[in-house]
């Protein structure tokens, strides 16, 4: 049976549902689809509702509730684990499987239409592998599967089988076999909607409770994962290369050792706060020679066009097992700094690397962006962001200022107005293009002596609610909701597009740019390019 994603995460303790799990992918079923932990946005009786696995099949939408260890009812409650660590009163598993089913019912149902309307019927399935539950008059023996029955996953099968029949009979509203289109319009509803994993950002502040959507692309992109040992996935800023190498780190981590690493200093210490699993060795590349002489079954590398070299490739070369040749990698590339800084990098290594693994993309779907800041991007650079799906926002912001003192007034201006508006100084993050804080009007702004440095608190626990400022290679590979881009002289522009490209696409929400003279005929000047080279302008 196929099963999303395709490998279980490494942040799944629960050694009942890794058996579930793997019992699920091992059933020769070519039809239905499992998701495994699917989210419910709202739920009545909590903030958040989890479904344990949601199985899609011809005849039945069946819901899985897991309940590991021990299990045991007393005077009417129900209670889970070991004696003296007894978690509970709580609701029996019956009750959460069933309030689960409805809810999920409700929520699928506003996507796609009510389900009973389209005669697909639903039911649900509890299993405990580790105990046999007595009988009670909460449940019938259809609806359960305990340990003996489970038999280690091998008597899976039969389980669902026998529940299938149960709940047909149940739902005499049935029209089986659903068509695979419906099923296939509640998958798609149940990914994107359902599907929820916290942002990078909340994960390293601990802060937001915001989620991330995982577009079908991406999720696509994980289940890759299992049949191809090497991979080089592409796209331009903001498709979700480093979530998506994030998360393949930990479902990878679940069969070895795992290498990730990146050219960023700051990136790799970013994402060293993410990936704690012990089996995750987290370092930027110019350390690598901590781990030399070592072997990793997996090697992941992030923002690879920065590394794309033969001297860098022959250092990585070293740390797999069987060399790129042969070893299990994901590269993570984003073509449009080849395009925009070609010095940085060596044609013969692509193509090196290139024929080794099997190439996807590049990524369509824009996660981070707004549309106003991937349409001012492209009009500047040509850079191909994929097609924005963060939403509308504001329209970039440029302001011509004379020198440094004004565009610090203006700056704190803009700051303050946001501030007013309920944004949180933590929020904002002031891009240096000159990257030098000695000179930067920044340091003439009001709130100078409150501006933390980037380098200084990335992969900590900040809390304190102020701005940061960072030059852009510092910044490279991370996000903020507002970016103002600073310090911005004529000269940063002339053969460095890959740094307006990485500055402007770090900006989830807003972008707000100060010109210093000479620079707003710059950029007109590159958005008629890109209008010549694309053949609008001859």
């Known amino acids: 049976m196929r099963i999303i994603p395709s490998e279980i995460s490494s942040n799944t303790r629960s050694r009942a549902e890794r058996s579930v799990f793997a019992a699920l992918k091992a059933i020769p079923d070519d039809q239905s689809v499992a998701l495994h932990t699917v989210h419910l946005p709202r739920h009545h009786k909590k903030r958040v509702g989890e479904i344990d696995f949601v199985v899609i099949m011809p005849d039945l939408l069946l819901f899985i509730e897991v309940k590991g260890g021990r299990v045991h009812q007393r005077d009417g409650k129900w209670y889970y684990g070991p004696p003296g660590r007894e978690d509970g009163p709580k609701e029996s598993p019956f009750a959460q499987a069933s309030g689960g089913m409805h809810e999920f019912e409700r929520e699928i149902g506003a996507l796609v239409g009510d389900l009973r309307d389209h005669g697909v019927p639903s039911g649900y399935l509890v299993i405990t592998p580790d105990v046999d539950l007595q009988r009670t008059t909460e449940f019938e023996p259809q609806q359960y599967l305990g340990a003996t029955a489970y038999d280690g996953g091998r008597g899976l099968a039969q389980g669902i089988e026998r529940a299938t029949r149960f709940w047909l009979s149940r739902n005499r509203w049935a029209r089986t076999p659903v068509p695979a289109s419906q099923r296939k319009k509640i998958l798609e509803a149940i990914r994107p909607d359902f599907d929820l994993v916290p942002n990078l950002q909340s994960k390293l502040t601990h802060l937001d409770v915001a989620f991330e959507r995982l577009t079908n692309e991406q999720l696509d992109r994980l289940d890759e994962l299992e049949s191809n040992p090497r991979l080089i996935w592409t796209g331009g800023a903001g498709t979700g290369k480093t979530f998506l190498a994030a998360e393949a780190a930990r479902r990878k981590s679940a069969h070895g050792s795992v290498l990730f690493t990146c050219a960023s200093t700051t990136l790799a210490t970013h994402m060293g706060r993410i990936l704690t699993d012990d089996a995750i060795t987290v370092l930027p590349f110019d350390r690598l020679d901590e781990v030399k002489g070592r072997g990793f079954d997996h090697l992941i590398v992030d923002e690879a066009q920065d590394l794309m070299t033969v001297e860098s490739l022959d250092v990585l070369e070293a740390l797999v097992p069987g060399g790129l040749a042969e070893g299990r ?18 044609p013969d290594a692509w193509e090196y690397v290139r024929s080794l693994g099997l190439v996807y993309g590049p990524m369509k779907r824009n996660c981070r962006n707004t549309v106003q800041i991937v349409k001012q991007v492209r009009s500047y650079t040509g850079a191909d962001l994929g097609v924005a799906s963060a939403g509308e926002g504001e329209p970039v912001r440029f302001v011509d200022v004379h020198d440094t003192q004004e565009e610090a007034a203006l700056l704190d201006d803009y700051v ?52 940061t400022w960072s030059s852009v290679s510092d910044f490279k590979g991370h996000e903020n909701h507002v970016v103002c881009l600073i310090d911005l002289e004529p000269e940063h522009l002339e053969g460095r597009l890959d740094a307006l490209y990485v500055a402007c696409t770090r900006a989830r929400a807003q972008l707000w740019v100060a010109l210093r003279p000479g620079t707003r005929s710059i950029l007109t000047d590159l958005g008629v390019a890109v209008l010549t080279r694309e053949g609008h302008l001859k």
């Open 329 to 346: 990698w994901i590269f993570m590339l984003d073509q449009n700094n080849q395009v925009l800084n070609p010095d940085a990098y060596d």
């Open 416 to 467: 303050n107005e946001l501030v007013g508006e309920g944004v949180s100084p933590r929020d904002i993050t002031l891009l240096s293009a000159s990257g030098d804080w000695e000179t930067s009007s920044a340091r003439l702004s009001q709130r100078a002596s409150k501006i933390e440095r980037f380098t200084d608190v990335v992969g900590t626990d900040r809390t304190k609610h102020r701005l």
